[in-house]
């Protein structure tokens, strides 16, 4: 593939913008590709567009970068889109949750039975559904052999839907199946060298290979649980080896990865005290009212700094933006000035998986990578319409998934992942007919629900408020 054109949808991204373009302008395959940044956001779209220029040219890569708000333009062309964009914003969450709590429904309606992730909106957020179907639309007809990459939350659902209403080349993707390097730090394992496997769906993984030189990692895994008696958590998403880690590794059978570990039942949900109890103090994990906030004032600052760093980089153009970053770095937080220090740094890429995809496609570097695409038979169990999550070699002959090997364990297909996959199921039921009265349904099955009157207004007062958003 000659040069490639590369489209970012929601490029103001907090969670992504940067580490896309950094990681693109680490990829050699990738040097003279052309980016167009879309967003609907113009100073976001503004910022980012000042500092990818900036970071492109420091590290001596000649990407064209190019922006634009119509959507139609930004995909007309394309030979990759990545879809990163949260239709309403984190405004729109908080205002949802805000009034199902207010119902008694406890973190909010969306928060349900194996998926308690507080930006994975499945029953509320029909806008950010919508969105992927127009984008996969588009792409039918004006960039049909484009692949879509999806970023943005809810990856299960929006990758399903896409696959079955849509005939656009469609893969997804969720940076939570790191916790398996950061286990491995814990544990002294070079995370290279080890070998391991995950599956399931999307933030409902789990560790079905595990080993090293032939030896069984789980056996080191489970001892550092029973070292780890004064288990504490460093942030609020450090929970691998919580409480809640411990239980749902005896109870099914594999280690929980990542997300996995906040997406499971209501006896680890209850209210903050019991969270605080499974999770750790103070946050009691993300999900929690503490934890959220935690995260959401992160999601904050990055946003700000990178505008305050472009409006420096208009002014003074010949200013660096590694001295600039090298300035500030004392007063990010210490994940932050950890991440921002590896943009220049050509041998650490973000991890997250967009980029090594296009250049494994682009330009057929095989690649090993955690995908979500539909089932088809690679975890037995699960229906073959469904899109699963788990490791593939990646080419531009496709997308090969691995060999499941051996088969997750039926506590995990029976306790887990169908009771799920069921969920998604009601909720796209409920999105394609655009029918209120089956999410109240959802919520008759919701143990916080103590009456019909209860779900009821809450959905219609949910839904009231959603419409502002469409
Ligand atoms: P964010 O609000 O910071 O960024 C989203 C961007 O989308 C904003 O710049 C916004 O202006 C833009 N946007 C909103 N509506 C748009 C529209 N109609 N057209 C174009 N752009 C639009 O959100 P974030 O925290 O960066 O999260 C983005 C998404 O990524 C969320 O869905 C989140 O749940 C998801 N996420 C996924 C993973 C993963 O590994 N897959 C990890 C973290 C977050």
Same mark, same amino acid.
């Given at each position: 593939m000659g040069s490639t054109n590369i489209s970012i949808i929601g490029a103001g991204s907090a969670v992504f913008s940067m580490r896309l373009v950094s990681d693109l302008c680490k990829t050699p395959g990738l040097s003279g590709s052309r980016v167009t940044l879309m967003d609907k956001d113009e100073n976001r779209l503004k910022a980012v567009h000042v500092l990818a220029r900036k970071l492109a040219s420091e590290l001596g890569h000649p990407i064209e970068f190019v922006t634009t708000k119509d959507i139609e333009k930004a995909v007309e062309g394309a030979d990759f889109v990545i879809n990163a964009a949260l239709v309403g914003g984190h405004t729109f969450l908080s205002e949802i949750r805000e009034i199902g709590e207010r119902f008694g429904y406890y973190r909010g309606i969306d928060s349900q039975e194996f998926n308690m992730v507080s930006? %994975? %909106? +499945?029953? +509320?957020?029909w806008n950010q559904l919508e969105f992927m179907m127009k984008l996969a639309k588009l792409l039918e007809t004006r960039s049909p052999n484009a692949w879509l990459l999806l970023a943005a939350n809810p990856v299960l659902e929006g990758t399903t839907l896409l696959k079955r209403h849509t005939n656009a080349n469609v893969v997804g993707f969720c940076h939570g199946f790191l916790a398996l390097e950061e286990i491995c730090r814990k544990l002294d394992l070079e995370f290279s060298k080890v070998d391991w496997q995950v599956a399931g769906v999307n933030h409902g993984i789990w560790l079905n290979h595990f080993s090293l030189g032939g030896t069984d990692a789980y056996k080191i895994l489970k001892e550092k649980f029973s070292e780890n008696a004064d288990w504490r958590p460093s942030n609020p998403f450090d929970d691998s080896f919580s409480p809640a880690a411990r239980y749902m590794l005896d109870f099914y059978g594999l280690m929980p990865i990542g997300d996995t570990i906040r997406n499971s039942s209501w006896a680890f949900h209850y209210d903050i005290e019991t969270k605080k109890r499974w999770y750790g103090e103070p946050w009691g994990g993300v999900d929690s009212e503490e934890g959220w906030r935690w995260y959401t004032d992160l999601l904050g600052f990055v946003v700000k700094m990178f505008r305050e760093l472009a409006m420096i980089l208009e002014k003074e153009p010949e200013k660096s933006l590694r001295g600039l970053l090298k300035n500030v770095a004392s007063e990010l937080p210490e994940d932050l000035a950890r991440e921002a220090s590896t943009f220049f740094n050509p041998n650490i890429m973000s991890g997250e998986q967009h980029i090594p995809f296009i250049n494994a496609i682009a330009n057929d570097e095989k690649t090993r990578l955690v995908v979500n695409v539909l089932n088809n038979g690679t975890i037995r169990g699960l229906p073959d319409d469904i899109a699963i999550e788990a490791p593939a070699i990646v080419s531009s002959a496709g997308i090969k998934m691995e060999e499941i090997y051996p088969d997750l364990p039926e506590r995990i297909i029976k306790w887990y992942l169908l009771p799920r996959i069921l969920r998604m199921e009601w909720a796209l039921e409920a999105f394609l007919k655009k029918d209120t009265s089956l999410i109240t349904e959802v919520l008759f099955r919701d143990?916080? +629900?103590?009456?019909r009157e209860q779900a009821e207004r809450a959905v219609a007062e949910v839904f009231r408020a959603a419409r502002k958003y469409y």
């Open positions: 930006d %994975y %909106y +499945t029953l +509320t957020n143990p916080r +629900t103590k009456s």
